[in-house]
């Protein structure tokens, strides 16, 4: 490397200050302000306090954080489960056939949420399709309540958010080397030995990684809640949004946040963790 | 084992059509003659017609427009020379640049919305344009770099050692050959940058104020009120926007390998 070299420097200094700025001193702020007292005229007043966290463990808001957990992990789960077999069966289509089939999915991956969950409010409303459908067949005789519930909330964030667990499901799906599944068939091993022993430890980054992608979402996007779910607060996400906005008490908005974010850390630690032993189960 | 596939393909079909159904079902009630009715009254413009005949959603579709424009810009400056770095050079704190891009890339769009939001708040940045933009730009970066960073192995060494030995500088290295060679990863980096600042609801919704609409929380707005064949046309917009978008980076990615 020659002594002056002003790209590189350039290049690195710039993405370290915006990084710096607007990546890692927000969050710095949030979680000074996490611990600081609600303001009366400004946003907060500069008083140290753990109360915000503690009001976490008021009995009103965890039972919300509760619910939230509980709809978001059922999401995931779901995904999880309508994903991954969806996955496998991409990987083993045809090369012909699969760059077309694996774009289908990354149509709605780009896709706007909102403009989805709009769809989905659509098929599901008192008039919408899916009473229409059930009408039609009668196996109802009136429409049904399906707008406003938590299995619609359900089904709009495991429509809004399939394809972001079963792209990097793909994405370690196709990497997995068939040779260990032959070796260990050839061992004697069960089918279901072999997808416990080897093909799930082995996919475990693209699990954790789709997990984090659905399971996080779960908890923030507030706009699902807003058009399925009616007014009522359902969501981590809303009840952030709604101390930021009409409660105006940030510091207990940042807490909560605070928390998404060491949960945040805590997943992806457990992905760094399970790709290096992935990726070390594979080496020679 | 011909015969298991077909049940196979069923799975495939019904995924499919789950995620591409309501979708579908938008698009054509986007033309459906009636105001209210489900049943299929024939096709009509009406509803675009309502909708370009509105001067203010015009001007909150050129805002929206000149963020994405504007964002995805300046992120795939950024991400591009980013994307080079990484590749090219060792430096002092690069796995944490990595890690760090990797995580503001899986950070909740909540998370990020209000920690902006509180940053330009201590700083008395009036939120609208500015502040909007520095968002858009923010959340586009980790977008622009894994799309460069993920073509860039795929040329020859030699031709940049070559130019190096030649007396070529590192910008002339980035200006005249990298670049050039990865122009099609830079474009799709622009056009999924320009995407995600087109469609976002989330971040948006915390860093902007009412001095400066854009068109996702217009719709946002719109849709809590309830279904309107308008918002059904606009939405179709956006959706054919998206896709063309998403085609042409997917075209742009697609290697020769």
Redesign the interface.
Known sequence: ?RPR????W???G???F??VA??????L??FV?SFLQRGSDE?VAFAFTLGNYQRLLDPLYLGLLLDSFWLAAITTILCLL?GY??AY??T?MTPRWR?L?L??????F???????T??????L?A???LN?ILLGLGLIDEPLELLYTEPAVILGML?AL??FMILPLYATLEKLDHRLIEAARDLGAGQFTIFRRIIVPLTLPGIIAGS??TF??G?????VA??LGGAKALLV?NL??DQ?LSARD?PF??AV?VM??VL?GVL?AAYYLSSRRASRGVMP | MRLNRLP?YL??VL??G??????L??VV?SFNDSK?S?EWQGATWEWYQNLFDDPDLLQVALNSALIATLSASVATV?GT??A??LH??E?F?KTV?NA??F??M???????G??????F??LSLPLGFWTLL??H??FN?PFVVVTVLGRIGGFDRHLIEAARDLGA???QV?HKILLPLLAPAVVAGWL?SF??S??D??VS??VTGPSFEIL?LK??SM??LG?TPE??AL?TI??GV??G???IA?LLL?EKS
């Open positions: 490397m070299e002003p790209f590189k350039m290049a690195v710039t993405i370290w915006w990084l607007f990546a890692l001193l927000p969050n702020l949030v302000a946003f309508l077999p969806f069966l991409l083993r760059p089939l774009l289908l999915v990354i149509i709605p780009w896709t706007s949420s909102l403009v989805r709009y769809a989905m409010v659509i098929v409303k008039n919408g399709l229409q429509y399939l394809p984090i992608l996080l979402p908890l923030g996007m507030f706009y807003d058009l996400g952030i949004r930021f940030w908005g940042a946040s998404l974010t945040m992806l | 196979q799975y495939l995924v499919y789950f995620l591409y159904l309501p979708i079902v938008l009630y209210y489900l950024i020379t980013t080079v770095a090219r050079y430096f704190g640049l760090l891009i995580v503001l899986m950070t909740p769009d909540i998370v990020m209000i920690a902006l939001l509180i940053l708040a201590s520095l968002a730009v923010t970066i500088t590192e910008f980035f999924l995407t995600l087109m469609d609801v989330m919704f915390f996702p719709i946002y849709v809590r279904v918002i059904n939405c956006m959706l998206t896709l978008m998403i085609l997917q697609r």
